[in-house]
Each structure stands twice: as structure tokens, then as C-alpha cells.
């Protein structure tokens, strides 16, 4: 069964930094995989996916993910941060498509003025 | 642009009490499906459904869990007992194919 690993629990960045969410999987073939974030309170909104093609991937909100096979990584980048991007971020993969996601733990991500 | 929608946004309820979690999925979407989230861990699936059918569940639906599709807007899913341990955000996610999935704002449900 696939599972998925994010390393950091809590991130705490300065406004205007640099940031990357890690995420790691394990499944034998190359799985679909996604980035969502969840504002408190509010759904899982997605960020961006990665289905094949192109590794480094765009997404909404200026954020970016880099998909390495090598490393079974899927980390997620944005090169400067806004406090309105503080929320919970959960990397999610899926076996094949059309399956049920299977998730991280999730990053809380706080942000300091 | 349209968007899954769930009711009641929060649920309180007594342990063996049946409740009904309400979804109203995107109306092109095919696939359907339900995760919960326990306060302070991941989210995991529950259920997924097709073509007016279970296509794929979790440990964690068991007897206890159901989904039905009652007309062509909504999508439920009951629980017939609950425990304490039911406690959870629930989230109802929709897709049209095999892209991805769209999540609801969740129902927060409270077994006292």
C-alpha cells in the first residue's frame, strides 16, 4: 500500500522568505500526486498536481512542486511567503486514477510578521 | 465556479444516535467520495462511489457506515450507531474523471 511522509510537523517562516514543504512517498510506480491546503476552518483546497510530463509543476497562489523520482519526493516550494499563506498544507498521492488519495500528516505553516 | 457543498457544517450528537451527513456534489462530477479527519491527524478515505455503487472502502467503513445517491444531487453518508470515536471532520470530495478531486468545506460531527 502506498503511504506518504511529511517530515515537518510545524514550519515557521518570516514574511517574505523562501519556503519548502517536504514530502516523501513509497509505491512502486510513479503515483499521481497533489498538494492541498486547508485554511482553518475551511476545505482542502487544491494547490497543484503532478500527473506526468514535466517535473517541476505550477500551482495557484505562486506555489511550486518538484517531482524527483530518485528521491520519491515531492516537495513543495514557494519563494516568498505572506501571512495569508499560513494554514495546514497535506501532500496527498493516488495509486491510480480515478482512486481514493492517500494523505500526509500534514505541515502546519505559521508565518511571522 | 462551482463547488462541493456539505450540510450541517457542524453536528452534534449522542453516542448511538444514527445522523446523516449531507453532500451536494459538483453536478458533472461522477466519482464521489468520503474522508474524515480526526481532530489533530491526517486525513484518510472512508468510501468511494460510482455508477450508483461502492467502488472502493476503507477498514474503517464498516457495518456501521453507508453512502447512497437518493436522487441527482445529493450524496450521504449515514452512520447508524455512533461512538465517541466517530468524532471527526468529514469531507465529501467529487471528481468529473480522473482528474482531481474537489473537497467540500467538511461537516463537524460531535458524539457526546
Known amino acids: 500500500a502506498q503511504s506518504v511522509t511529511q517530515p515537518d510537523i510545524h514550519i515557521t517562516v518570516s514574511e517574505g522568505a523562501s519556503l519548502e514543504l517536504r514530502c516523501n512517498y513509497s509505491?512502486?510506480?510513479?503515483?499521481?500526486l497533489f498538494w492541498y491546503v486547508q485554511s482553518p476552518g475551511q476545505g482542502l483546497q487544491l494547490l497543484l498536481k503532478?500527473?506526468?510530463?514535466?517535473?517541476l509543476v505550477q500551482g495557484i497562489k505562486g506555489f511550486e512542486a518538484e517531482f524527483k523520482r530518485s528521491q520519491s519526493s515531492f516537495n513543495l516550494r514557494k519563494p516568498s511567503v505572506h501571512w495569508s499563506d499560513a494554514a495546514e498544507y497535506f501532500c496527498?498521492?493516488?495509486?491510480?486514477?480515478?482512486?481514493?488519495?492517500?494523505f500526509g500528516g500534514g505541515t502546519r505553516l505559521m508565518v511571522k510578521p | 465556479e462551482p463547488e462541493v457543498t456539505q450540510t450541517p457544517s457542524h453536528q452534534v450528537t449522542q453516542m448511538g444516535q444514527e445522523v446523516i451527513l449531507r453532500c451536494v456534489p459538483i453536478?458533472?462530477?461522477?466519482?464521489f467520495y468520503w474522508y474524515r479527519q480526526i481532530l489533530g491527524q491526517k486525513v484518510e478515505f472512508l468510501v468511494s462511489?460510482?455508477?450508483?455503487?461502492?467502488?472502493?472502502k476503507s477498514e474503517i467503513f464498516d457495518d456501521q457506515f453507508s453512502v447512497e445517491r437518493p436522487d441527482g444531487s445529493n450524496f450521504t453518508l449515514k452512520i447508524r450507531s455512533t461512538k465517541l470515536e466517530d468524532s471527526a471532520m468529514y469531507f465529501c470530495?467529487?471528481?468529473?474523471?480522473?482528474?482531481?478531486?474537489?473537497f467540500g468545506p467538511g461537516t463537524r460531527l460531535t458524539v457526546t
Open positions: 503532478y500527473f506526468s510530463g514535466d517535473t
Open positions: 470530495a467529487s471528481r468529473v474523471t480522473i482528474y482531481e478531486q474537489y
Open positions: 462511489f460510482y455508477n450508483n455503487e461502492i467502488s472502493e
Open positions: 453536478s458533472n462530477h461522477l466519482y
Open positions: 496527498a498521492v493516488e495509486r491510480d486514477a480515478g482512486n481514493m488519495l492517500t
Open positions: 509505491y512502486g510506480a510513479t503515483p499521481y
